[in-house]
């Protein structure tokens, strides 16, 4: 039953700054942070305090209104501060580390003769469950439901992605472990969908108890929202789990240790980076270490996770609770002489969908982008542009500007149920009127939550 | 040009919220704007972002619009003196750089005219809403030029520029909220509040004054509605009852002069080769629709050959390609049709509209004597549809959906 998929549609933006394939052991990092920020639409309620003493695997916080959902610490040490911001609202719990990563248990668990429900009463207690994402939405799986499917991408098609198949090499065991559990979560199937254009490595291929289909094609055909609309769409009240392959492993890693070993591969990359290659790095670590003597110029932006979808952090930040590269580019803040660098110039630092710059003539050039918009602001004026990177069989103008206008009518209609934010990740960096367009849809996944779900 | 940026530094307070000029500020940014590309950063989502903006869109417009601007200039230039001697059949080549110059002298005025107007409306609608200035009159301003018959008064094209930038653009809430083409509109709003200054035989000359007396200057279109209609003439001359005025046609306007664009007509749309290269353009840049230039010109080929296959009269056996290179045909598809803003939004729907649109187009150029020229209204009325074609193809990706939930 396995689909193999091709995509024409999409875009590979190529810039400099690939990881190279060398894995390094990063310093342990002093201190560690989970950010409920990171958990769209959560609101946390704090379990420990300040200066209280937490073994890797305690408890921190847990959903105030879904208070079986778990979230903890990834190192042991102390808890150093509970970062709060505006309306006292929780943007971090940080922990000093003590380095010596003490675990809460170290006791393996066979999953073999548990029961659904046995699995997932683990995984939330454990605090592995916001592994798991649902859509529609985009959020942490509401471990109420029923999901159809679980799906989990086996590679990633973002700009400057960590390779899978290098991280995961030799994972297998792991791997498979986790499989094994997340299947247990429902009565479909799991999807597993390997990148069709290269052959994948053996803790892909060789993946037991699910389906294992291949897409190739350009970004986002790694997105796991592709992949789901292509084998196996979502209609309204329906529901699909979907898990990161790197966390499929972390889940695995902890059903056979027994140990909250959340230490995982991520690369290091962006054209601002000296030498970039992979690290092991602990979930939620201070990325400074990482950093220090790597940036090659002043004034640049770190972020956690990729070009197209990460978050802003700071160079002394923490790595984002979901990512699995930190990517470093130039800030654009300053102005561009129309003549030399702007809208009149002849562009040859420019790299465009459209082909209104000459560099879509050099298919193989490599580039350092900047964060300048690149333009304002404007209403829609192009058509068609959205859909040349969009590989679903839905109308992303339409569906956008339904979300701009509040109609949860047409957002319905048009397929909102489908998407995340990150769908649109593309189209959000080929809008011509430079609209924040993953803002509008979350938005608009906002609303659905509150007014349909 | 660090010095400007120096200027503009040293400025900016002033215009900021709360300072002095702060009402102007809508001035200052689009000036800054214009200069340089301004210091905005992506906040969060996306990091990085295309290196396309409107403001490139809309300059490879323009660039895709020169060859049409030169060759009209030198066609406006060349009927001027056909209209000065009264020689129709005056060398085309003879005498290039007077004849531009001559044509430049008609020419670029109302160029300067639809600018200069169409921007300061743009520019007080800003100061009003606060915004800077958009895009969008930036390729209008161009194109209400080209589309006007030479012989056309300044004011009237200032007058038409107003009115189609607040009628047709502002009150919608200016580019990209607009329903019909802001060019097509200024056109349409001389042709019914001017129709002498606008149709006829006499304004597609520039220089009638100086014209030797009974001199006619009509034009493919002009001539070919005459057919429709009791007394038949070519180029000025009756054609008798009974004689081959098909023939007498294609003589005076023979299909290369056509392609050519030396024949009498609106300023930029005579030149079909112009037009194509403009084409070329914005096809190789992906600003224009391919489907809608494809479908527009297979419309207007499919009613064509229906004309042919009624027949009866030598307007109706006009051999359907002819359609494509007389009158404003080939510029209407290419530039005024493709408008983003106005035409259809969705893939399937722009091959609809084209394909109506063409047909339509050629409808009312035969079929209604009054109306001569049918592309205009032809691109105008589809503007009107573009939105119901839409609906029913998203109509369609919606039943797709419900039906995939059924069958499930």
């Known amino acids: 039953m396995s689909k193999s998929i091709k995509l024409r549609k999409g875009l590979d933006i190529r810039l400099v700054g690939v990881a190279e394939k060398v894995k390094s052991e990063a310093a342990f990092p002093k201190t560690v942070s989970i950010k409920p920020t990171d958990f769209h639409q959560m609101i946390p309620k704090m379990v420990v305090k300040e200066g209280e003493a937490v073994k890797a695997g305690t408890i921190l916080f847990h959903d105030k209104y879904k208070s079986s959902v778990k979230f903890a610490s990834p190192a042991s040490g102390i808890i150093k501060a509970i970062v709060r911001g505006a309306k006292r609202r929780i943007l971090e719990v940080l922990i000093e580390t003590d380095g010596q990563q003490l675990y809460l248990s170290e006791s393996a668990i066979n999953v073999d003769e548990m029961s659904a429900e046995q699995v997932k009463e683990i995984l939330l207690s454990s605090g592995l469950w916001p592994f798991v994402r649902q859509r529609p939405l985009d959020i942490i799986a509401d471990p109420e439901n029923e999901p159809k499917a679980i799906f989990v991408s086996a590679f990633d098609s973002s700009p400057l992605a960590p390779d899978f198949d290098f991280v995961l090499h030799g994972k297998n065991h792991e791997f498979q472990a986790g499989l094994n559990v997340i299947s247990k979560l429902t009565t479909g199937t799991v999807h597993l969908t390997m990148n069709g254009k290269i052959g994948s490595d053996a803790t892909f291929k060789e993946a037991k108890g699910v389906q294992l289909n291949t897409i190739s094609g350009k970004h986002p055909a790694g997105n796991v929202g592709t992949q789901i609309h292509h084998i196996d769409p979502i209609n309204k009240g329906e529901f699909v789990w979907t898990l990161n392959a790197q966390d499929v492993a972390l889940i695995g890693r902890f059903f056979l240790t027994g140990k909250f070993d959340m230490r995982r591969s991520i690369a290091l990359t962006g054209s601002e980076i000296k030498s970039p290659q992979y690290f092991e790095i602990l979930q939620g670590a201070n990325v400074s270490n990482l950093l220090e003597g790597q940036i090659t110029s002043d004034n640049v932006r770190v972020i956690s996770g990729n070009v197209l979808t990460g978050d802003k952090i700071d160079q002394d930040g923490y790595l984002g609770f979901y990512h699995n590269q930190i990517t470093v580019i130039p800030e654009g803040d300053h102005l561009k002489f129309v003549m030399t660098k702007g809208w009149m110039g002849p562009g040859f630092d420019k790299f465009s969908n459209s082909r209104t710059f000459p560099t879509w003539m050099l298919t193989k050039k490599k580039f350092r982008l900047d964060t300048n918009t690149n333009g304002e602001e404007r209403a829609f004026v192009v058509t068609g542009e959205l859909d040349k990177v969009f590989p679903f069989d839905i109308l992303p103008m339409q569906l956008v500007k339904a979300a701009i206008t509040d109609d949860i009518d047409g957002m319905e209609k048009l397929g909102i149920y489908e998407v995340a934010p990150e769908d649109f990740a593309l189209c959000e960096y080929v809008c011509t009127s430079k609209i924040d367009i993953q803002d509008k849809i979350r938005e608009g996944l906002d609303l659905i939550a509150s007014e349909c779900m | ?408």
Request: aromatic share 10%.
């Open chain 2, 1 to 408: 040009m660090k010095f400007l940026e120096k200027i503009i530094h040293k400025h900016e307070p002033k215009f900021a919220k709360g300072g002095k000029l702060e009402k102007w500020n809508p001035l200052f940014e689009s000036f800054t704007t214009l200069a340089f590309t301004p210091a905005h950063v992506t906040k969060k989502g996306s990091h990085i972002r295309d290196g396309v903006d409107l403001k490139r869109t809309m300059m490879m417009v323009i660039i895709a619009l020169i060859p049409c601007l030169l060759f009209g200039m030198y066609n406006a230039g060349h009927f001027e003196m056909v209209a000065e001697t009264g020689n129709r059949s005056l060398p085309f080549m003879d005498m290039f750089w007077s004849k531009l110059g001559a044509g430049a002298f008609i020419v670029l005025p109302l160029v300067v005219v639809s600018y200069g107007v169409g921007l300061t409306v743009e520019f007080i609608f800003g100061l009003i809403n606060g915004h800077s200035l958009h895009e969008g009159f930036l390729v209008s301003g161009m194109l209400i030029p080209l589309i006007m018959p030479a012989d056309v008064p300044l004011w009237m094209v200032a007058v038409a520029t107003v009115f189609a930038v607040v009628i047709g653009k502002e009150i919608f809430g200016g580019t990209g909220m607009n329903i019909v083409n802001v060019a097509l509109t200024a056109r349409a709003f001389l042709f019914f509040a001017y129709p002498t200054s606008m149709s006829g035989d006499t304004v597609w000359m520039a220089g009638k004054e100086k014209a030797v007396d009974g001199f006619t200057g009509s034009t493919a279109m002009g001539d070919l509605a005459t057919f429709m209609g009791d007394k038949a003439s070519v180029g000025g001359q009756a054609i008798a009852d009974g004689a081959d005025a098909l023939g007498a046609f294609t003589h005076e306007y023979s299909i290369l002069e056509s392609i050519m664009g030396n024949i009498p007509g609106s300023i930029g749309e005579t030149s079909v080769i112009a037009c194509l290269i403009g084409a070329v353009i914005l096809l190789i840049t992906g600003v224009g629709s391919f489907r809608i230039m494809v479908s527009f010109a297979l419309g207007g080929l499919a009613s064509g050959f229906l004309m042919n296959a009624i027949g009866g009269n030598a307007y109706l056996d006009l051999p359907a390609y002819y359609h494509l290179v007389i009158g404003g045909f080939a510029f209407g598809a290419i530039f005024m049709a493709t408008d983003p803003v106005t035409a259809a939004q969705t893939a399937t729907g722009k091959i609809i509209y084209g394909f109506v649109g063409g047909m339509v187009a050629i409808l009312i150029r035969v079929l209604n004597p009054a109306y001569p020229e049918g592309v205009m209204l032809a691109i105008l009325f589809m503007n009107v549809m573009a939105p119901i074609i839409d609906h029913y193809v998203v109509e369609a990706n919606v039943k797709r959906r419900l039906k995939r939930l059924k069958t499930a």
